[in-house]
């Protein structure tokens, strides 16, 4: 108690000469000499990050008043609001042995107001995963977006209205009527912003703190988040384009922002941005410091030691003495359960390590982790061992704040705190043994007030028709730490246009409402590999170029806390579109909860785990198609789990024997047609190959097939000679219409305008002679060849805008309806003899055949005109028309002048006025098959 009088007396004295000091200053200029100073600070902290653009304006920060002449630094606590965790009272008993007496000014009974929570707080808040067991009371975490406002919610009707609108930028909450400047979020304190994102950052970006009428800072909006422009270190800051190379400006910061009273964000005009600003608020008696661009000593060092610990993850940020290991390697057996660790408490598991070695595809989905508190029956963890850790398709390496896959071992930093015990179990549900190796990391000793149970669970599916796909649903009391997305994009296209949606405590309206998945990944403009401390994409591959993909982010400073239920989602735009089929969705969610709480997640079963296998277009699987009861002696239907490929249903048929032993297929199609067969190899093994049959012939180039099921024979052949047996093992047969694409067109070009411009030839007769006035000046026909079917526009018209006017002729031998097929990637319109027959209204993704109508082709010659515009990129198109009996012939232009019919056309040949074009037809396929020339077409004109 001595020591405590003493220390309090000392503690007064010096605020009576700190008061004193500041009397003294304000009588030598006031607070303007003050802010002065903290300018010129402030400048010359700028000119040492080489923040030229940065303008920051610094309002003074208010001179804190106590409640008695002595302030003590309380020390730091998980909840936001400081509680002192004692009053400072005399004891009756206590008899003075010193001199010492104190001043008539202290009060013995008196309650101390703890100091403000600074900037040194609020760093540590950026790495700090203790305090995230602990469970915050009357804080929130929210955002502000710049989502479409058209979807809305009506109370009355219980109704979501444009719940799918999804024009996402540059909506504010308003544009102030005096300075123009747009308001991105308006927020009362005491709070901190933890998180700035924008897909467009433009303009300069201003904060107005506890109510000032003048804005507190403001910066460039692009070089907030540029690092080697911004006042914030990283990876504090991240853009894409400036650590990562290329054009994509993909933004965030992770630099708090606190503020004591208010916080207003705006634009300084509506700039049409994306952005995102992520917050939490606190107890209105929370004390806060204010954001100041200057930083003390203290603040410096807080600042080197978060940002070092960010930029080396795979380290624990935050280690402590006394950890108790538990460490192994065992073999896993398939079918069996494994108990990595039972551990008495009450102790934290504040470090996971794990690592499984299986040749087995997919193992690391079929082994699943569960982790049991104080002996509870259901898991409180429970997924895909691979999922858990963040990547379960081939697990790629990255490494974040809380969690990693290393080449050694994955790590978990989550903190999992526990009263009585903990069970860790791995189950091998897979078909084979595995190999697991693990090292669990755990601190003994009594947990604080409030502790709760760490989640961790998976869920999937496979044809996700919601179009909020839930990530996470519970109730109780807890808080969001983030998620691992898991798309396998069956449905094609960019995956990632839906929003994240959070509701906190039965909100109907979510409180955090994103702009695009990838926007909440922290990526814009589509997603694509990095890995940051809190948020990124694991997957090597962008997502053109990856069916799946594994992104992850997690919460730590903007956990979202909630008391009674919380509820996550995102958008799966898939679900409402025409494709043949939808996205497969998988996603890890975790959390903290307290006890009583639940969730909305089940166990399932290791079938339901496996991801879908390749999306081979028009393909037969060779299992469904085979013919069983005529299979010969060494042929069986097998699991891909050891194949060197994946099959598309994960079983293939592997036929093994000597050269001619052969398999029959039924092969289905819908229509009489021309049509070309490949097989699909997973495994071969002493040069085997497959040579497909029709009734005893080899099939060639095509084979014509009927509708329904059509037998074909696949036979085991070799090249060269072989003393062992052939092997080769079949996943399924490739069946595509033979596309007979029209390669020989005539073409006009280049015109100016688009699709609907009509200052070409549009659909009339193509005279060879003819001439128009172009683009560029006059125009005439001209021949090409489309050596693929394919006529690409570029290196006809030039880049950019330009209209294109292309022409052919097809023969027929009579009167009939046809199905003509088409594909182009821009708009498009189609003319059969003048008559129109096809239009394409808008741009698209460029896939042969996608497009099929009927024509009308009248007996002989028939003009074919199609007319594409390119605005932008390059464009193309293919046409063909379905012959099945090869009886029409084509050319780039019909003989003549005339467009009707010729009846009786004259022969080349003297004498003769007419022609048989049977004959013809008889004449060619000779021709072709005996010399292996091709004719250009029938004698008739």
Partial sequence: MRVRMVCLAVGFLAGSLLNHQAA????????????????????????????????????????????????????????DTFTPTETFTSTPSFTPTSTFTPTPTFSPTATFTPTPLGAVHFLD?????????????????????????????????????????????????????????????????????????SANPQGKVRFYFDGAQTPSCEFEFNDLFDANKSPFPRPLVWQRRVDLGGDNPASNCYMPIPFAKSCKVTADKAHNQYYHIGYSTFPPETRVTTFHLERSQDEEGALARVTNALLTPGADPQPVEGLQFIEKAENLPAGESLTLAEIQGPATIRQLFAKLASPERYARRKVLLQIFWDGAEKPSVEAPIGDFFGDAWDEAQYASLAMGIGPDLNYCFWRMPFQKSARIVATNQGEHAAELKWKIGYLSGPLPEGSAYFHAKWRRDQASRDFDYPVLECTGK??????VLFPDNLAGGWWGEGDEKVYVDGEKFPSTFGTGSEDYFGDAWGIRAFANPYHGCVTGADWSAARRQSVYRWHVTDNIPFTQSFRITMENYSAKSDAARKNDYSSMAYWYQAPGGADCFETTEVAARIPQGPIVPDAVDAEAVLAREELPAGVEIVSDSLLPKEAMNHTAVRIEGAPGTTITLKVPVQEYDKYTLAPIVLDSRNNARLVFHQAGKAIG????????????????????????????????????????????????????????????????????????????????????????????????????????????AVFSPDDRSAVALFASNVPAKVWINGEPVHHVEKPRGMKLDSDRFEVRLRRGWNQVMVKVAQAKGA???????????????????????????????????????????????????????????????????
Avoid at 50 to 78: D, M, N, R, Y
């Fill in 701 to 808: 180039e095509w084979v014509r097939l009927s509708p329904g099921e059509n037998r074909i024979q696949a036979t085991l052949e070799s090249d060269g000679k072989v003393n062992a047996p052939l092997v080769l093992v079949l996943d399924g047969v490739v069946v595509q219409s033979y596309r007979n694409l029209v390669t020989d067109w005539i073409v006009a070009a280049p015109f100016a305008g688009g699709i609907e411009d009509q200052q070409g030839p549009e659909g009339a007769e193509a005279l060879l002679g003819a001439t128009f006035e172009g683009r560029d000046g006059p125009v005439t026909w001209r021949r090409i060849k489309a050596e693929d079917g394919v006529v690409r526009m570029e290196s006809l018209c030039g880049p950019g805008e330009g209209v294109l006017y292309s022409s052919c």
């Fill in 478 to 483: 807890g808080r969001y730490l983030g998620m």
């Fill in 125 to 197: 808040r950026l790495i700090d995963l203790d305090r995230l067991a602990l469970l915050d009371e009357g804080v929130s975490c929210k955002q502000f977006s710049s989502y479409d406002r058209k979807s809305r919610y009506d109370a009355e009707k219980n109704e979501y209205t444009d719940w799918d609108a999804n024009g996402d930028a540059g909506k504010y909450l308003r544009v102030e009527p005096e300075s123009g400047e747009a308001v991105m979020a308006e927020i009362e304190g005491p709070g901190c912003i933890w998180r700035i994102w």
């Fill in 875 to 941: 464009g193309s198109f293919a046409f063909r028309i379905k012959d099945p009996d090869e009886e029409l012939f084509f050319r780039a232009h019909r003989p003549g002048a005339r467009a009707e019919m010729v009846e009786a056309p004259a022969s080349n040949g003297p004498g003769a006025s007419s022609c048989d074009c049977n004959l013809v037809e008889v004449i060619q396929s000779t021709v072709e098959t005996v010399l292996g020339c091709l004719c250009p077409g029938p004698c008739c004109p």
């Fill in 24 to 79: 003294l200053a304000q009588e030598s200029g006031g607070p303007a000499a003050a802010t002065a100073e903290a300018v010129a600070r402030a400048e010359a902290v700028g000119a040492a990050t080489g923040a030229a653009e940065i303008k920051p304006i610094l309002t003074p920060t208010p001179t804190e008043t106590s409640t008695s002449t002595f302030t003590p630094t309380p020390t730091f606590t998980v909840t």
